[in-house]
Structure formats: structure tokens, C-alpha cells
């Protein structure tokens, strides 16, 4: 009888520190279970929830070694309904500068000024994030060419993207920005891919005020394409280099989405900021290496380059120069690589035109 009560006093102070962390009720959303006090969720459906910040697990299926694989995500409800914003960051695990994006914006701003909602998932590989790898875990593909995922077939990145897309990502999304970095190595400055076929994401892409943008017609597998395809607006917004929380990107990022926030009417009296105009282009031409070596990068981001000018040099061990690259087209250099080390066809420098 004692063990009995003792029991039933834990699972009702887990229950009141439930609805504590959550902010509500949490039954709303149907919790399957907990972790530290916040609940863990099969499917997340977030138009019975209050007014306020939720944070909440998302099960996204179970790993190799039958562990429920849990993806953190931040819901916040505007005091008047309105449509909702679905923000994701780290889809690649070492692309970081976003989730620090996210836990400002989510933190900022006040569910009394929010029309509408935003569901925030601040870091959805995190396998990727756990092995310090791009990709899903140590032997994982690349998640982002999974999308919409599958249940029964393909990889493991495939099921997992195929749990998130179902029961998170895709319900009751009106508009989407999914938040990226460079891969390991190379580095962007602000900058956002945006397929201009589709009129609102052309302009979230314009609001984000971003260095450069590029209308891209899409990848199939991307989330931003998956998107598309199911008719919600969406776009993939780059933040600088991987691996590190560079401030003044994250600071840029965050007044691109607040920006986005006020245009497409979220925040109440938000005034829409006209911002000097952005690089555009249709087009990339990427450099890579003929061979292994050490690479001096002559260029920097959002520099422009004519067609012939020389933009990077590779060098032996000796300090011996091997190899000039000069710039095959003109444009707008968009990305470059950081690590000088370079493998024999790895990326030197890529140009927006």
C-alpha cells in the first residue's frame, strides 16, 4: 500500500510539472509519454492548444538500437488565430547557426503579439548532430534529398524524414523556412534559395533580407521542394558556415525572419522593413579541385568576379604552386571553402550568376 501511494504521488507531480514546462494543457496534444517533464508525442496537432510557449519531444521512430529517436520542438500560439509557420534547423547535423535562430525568435517574441502560430523544431537530425556529421548518424544518407520519406522501403534517414513529414512537419503548415548553413569546410554568407514560381515564397525569400538569393527551381528530396509540391510556400535560408554559432549571421537571420513575421502579418502593428536590395541569380558555376592539396582562396563572399580573373591557387606541401583557377563566368561569389584542404574534386569556390 505504501509503494502504491508513493506511486501515484510521483506520477501526479510528473503530471503537474507536465503542464508546468508545457505552459498548458497538455492533453491537447495527446503526450504518449515524458521526458525530464515534457511530454513525448507520436503526432502533434497544435489547434487545441492554449495560448503560450509549448515545448514538446517528437518521436520520430526508433534508432539501431531500438532507442525512441526524439527531435525537440518549441510551439508557439498567438493570442488570435492566424495561419502557421513551420521553422526547422540542423536537417544537416553540423549546420548549427539556425537552432541558435530559433531559440532567440521562439524566446523574443510574445504569444500576445503573435496572430496565428509558429512550430519551431530547433535541431531535427539529431543523429547528425550527435556524430558531428552532415548526415544522418555515421552511416546515414543525406536527409534532406529523403523527403517526404518513406515508411516501409529505403534507408533509415528515409523512415525517420517519413515519421516528421506525417505526423510533424507537414500538418497544418501554411509557410516554411528551413534554416541551413554551408557543409563542413566551405562557408555562405545570408543566403536563400526561393523557387519564383511561386509568388509568396519569392517574397518570404526578399523578406528574410538576405546577401544573395537564388531562384532554384528546387531538388527533389529537399524539405523546401517537398513543400512546394504539397502547395505550401516555402524557402531554405542559408546562415553562413557550419559547426559554430557566428553572432552577427544569427543576429542578421533573426531580423530576416522577424522581418518575414511582420510581411506576411504574424506580429501585431509589424511594420515590414525595406532593406537595400539583394544579389540575385538563376544560376551556380562551382570550381573544384583537379587534385589533392592546399588551397588559397583569392576571393571573398559576395565579391564579384569577371570571367578569367584569378580566383584561387593550390599549392604542393613543398609550398610549391601546382595549379591557378580562374573564374569560369562572371557573377557573385556565393560560397567558398574554409579548410584548406582539399580533396581532388572537392569545392573551391561557387558563383552566383
Same mark, same amino acid.
Given at each position: 500500500m505504501i509503494r502504491l501511494m508513493a506511486h501515484l504521488l510521483l506520477m501526479a507531480f510528473v503530471a503537474c510539472a507536465t503542464v508546468l514546462r %508545457?505552459?498548458?494543457? $497538455?492533453?491537447?496534444?495527446? +503526450?504518449?509519454?515524458?521526458?525530464?517533464?515534457?511530454?513525448?508525442?507520436? %503526432?502533434? &496537432?497544435?489547434?487545441?492548444? +492554449?495560448?503560450g510557449r509549448h515545448y514538446f519531444y517528437f518521436n520520430a521512430g526508433r534508432g539501431a538500437t531500438g $532507442?525512441?529517436?526524439? *527531435?525537440?520542438?518549441i510551439v508557439l500560439k498567438g493570442a488570435t488565430p492566424g495561419r502557421q509557420l513551420l521553422l526547422t534547423a540542423a536537417v544537416h547535423g553540423d549546420e548549427l547557426n539556425g537552432i541558435r535562430v530559433i531559440h532567440r525568435l521562439m524566446r523574443e517574441i510574445s504569444p500576445a503579439d503573435l496572430t496565428g502560430t509558429i512550430v519551431?523544431?530547433?535541431? *531535427?537530425?539529431?543523429?547528425?548532430?550527435?556524430? #558531428?556529421?552532415?548526415?544522418f548518424g555515421t552511416r546515414g544518407g543525406d536527409p534532406n534529398r529523403a523527403? +517526404?520519406?518513406?515508411?516501409?522501403?529505403?534507408?533509415?534517414?528515409?523512415?525517420?524524414?517519413? #515519421?516528421?513529414?506525417?505526423?510533424?512537419?507537414?500538418?497544418?503548415?501554411?509557410?516554411?523556412?528551413?534554416? #541551413? %548553413?554551408? %557543409?563542413?569546410?566551405?562557408?555562405?554568407?545570408? @543566403?536563400?534559395?526561393?523557387? @519564383?514560381?511561386n509568388n509568396t515564397a519569392r517574397d518570404m525569400a526578399f523578406s528574410l533580407m538576405p546577401d544573395m538569393i537564388k531562384n532554384d527551381p528546387g531538388?527533389?528530396?529537399?524539405?523546401?521542394?517537398?513543400?512546394? /509540391?504539397?502547395?505550401?510556400?516555402?524557402?531554405?535560408? /542559408?546562415i553562413g558556415g557550419p559547426k559554430q554559432f557566428q553572432a552577427g549571421l544569427i543576429d542578421k537571420a533573426l531580423m530576416g525572419l522577424e522581418n518575414l513575421l511582420n510581411a506576411q502579418g504574424f506580429l501585431k502593428d509589424?511594420?515590414?522593413?525595406?532593406?537595400?536590395?539583394?544579389?540575385?541569380?538563376?544560376? @551556380?558555376?562551382?570550381?573544384?579541385?583537379? /587534385?589533392?592539396?592546399?588551397? *588559397?582562396?583569392? $576571393?571573398?563572399?559576395?565579391? #564579384?568576379?569577371?570571367?578569367?580573373?584569378?580566383?584561387?591557387?593550390?599549392y &604542393?606541401?613543398?609550398?610549391?604552386? *601546382?595549379? /591557378?583557377?580562374?573564374?569560369?563566368?562572371?557573377?557573385?561569389?556565393?560560397?567558398?571553402?574554409?579548410? +584548406?584542404?582539399?580533396?581532388?574534386?572537392?569545392?573551391?569556390?561557387?558563383?552566383?550568376h
Amino acid at each position: 500500500m505504501i509503494r502504491l501511494m508513493a506511486h501515484l504521488l510521483l506520477m501526479a507531480f510528473v503530471a503537474c510539472a507536465t503542464v508546468l514546462r %508545457t505552459g498548458g494543457d $497538455v492533453s491537447a496534444a495527446a +503526450p504518449d509519454d515524458a521526458m525530464d517533464g515534457v511530454p513525448v508525442v507520436g %503526432t502533434l &496537432d497544435v489547434s487545441a492548444l +492554449p495560448e503560450g510557449r509549448h515545448y514538446f519531444y517528437f518521436n520520430a521512430g526508433r534508432g539501431a538500437t531500438g $532507442v525512441p529517436s526524439l *527531435v525537440p520542438v518549441i510551439v508557439l500560439k498567438g493570442a488570435t488565430p492566424g495561419r502557421q509557420l513551420l521553422l526547422t534547423a540542423a536537417v544537416h547535423g553540423d549546420e548549427l547557426n539556425g537552432i541558435r535562430v530559433i531559440h532567440r525568435l521562439m524566446r523574443e517574441i510574445s504569444p500576445a503579439d503573435l496572430t496565428g502560430t509558429i512550430v519551431a523544431v530547433p535541431g *531535427v537530425n539529431q543523429p547528425g548532430m550527435e556524430a #558531428h556529421s552532415r548526415y544522418f548518424g555515421t552511416r546515414g544518407g543525406d536527409p534532406n534529398r529523403a523527403f +517526404p520519406g518513406s515508411k516501409k522501403q529505403g534507408a533509415a534517414e528515409s523512415r525517420f524524414v517519413y #515519421h516528421l513529414w506525417h505526423g510533424l512537419l507537414l500538418p497544418g503548415t501554411d509557410l516554411a523556412v528551413d534554416l #541551413h %548553413t554551408q %557543409t563542413t569546410g566551405t562557408s555562405y554568407p545570408l @543566403f536563400v534559395f526561393a523557387d @519564383f514560381r511561386n509568388n509568396t515564397a519569392r517574397d518570404m525569400a526578399f523578406s528574410l533580407m538576405p546577401d544573395m538569393i537564388k531562384n532554384d527551381p528546387g531538388e527533389e528530396g529537399t524539405l523546401e521542394t517537398s513543400m512546394i /509540391e504539397k502547395g505550401v510556400p516555402a524557402v531554405t535560408f /542559408e546562415i553562413g558556415g557550419p559547426k559554430q554559432f557566428q553572432a552577427g549571421l544569427i543576429d542578421k537571420a533573426l531580423m530576416g525572419l522577424e522581418n518575414l513575421l511582420n510581411a506576411q502579418g504574424f506580429l501585431k502593428d509589424g511594420e515590414r522593413v525595406q532593406s537595400s536590395l539583394p544579389i540575385v541569380g538563376s544560376s @551556380f558555376t562551382n570550381v573544384y579541385a583537379g /587534385e589533392g592539396g592546399l588551397a *588559397v582562396i583569392e $576571393v571573398g563572399l559576395r565579391d #564579384h568576379v569577371k570571367k578569367g580573373e584569378r580566383i584561387a591557387t593550390l599549392y &604542393d606541401p613543398f609550398g610549391r604552386p *601546382v595549379r /591557378e583557377y580562374h573564374a569560369p563566368v562572371s557573377g557573385s561569389v556565393v560560397a567558398v571553402a574554409t579548410d +584548406p584542404v582539399r580533396d581532388a574534386g572537392a569545392m573551391l569556390v561557387r558563383i552566383l550568376h
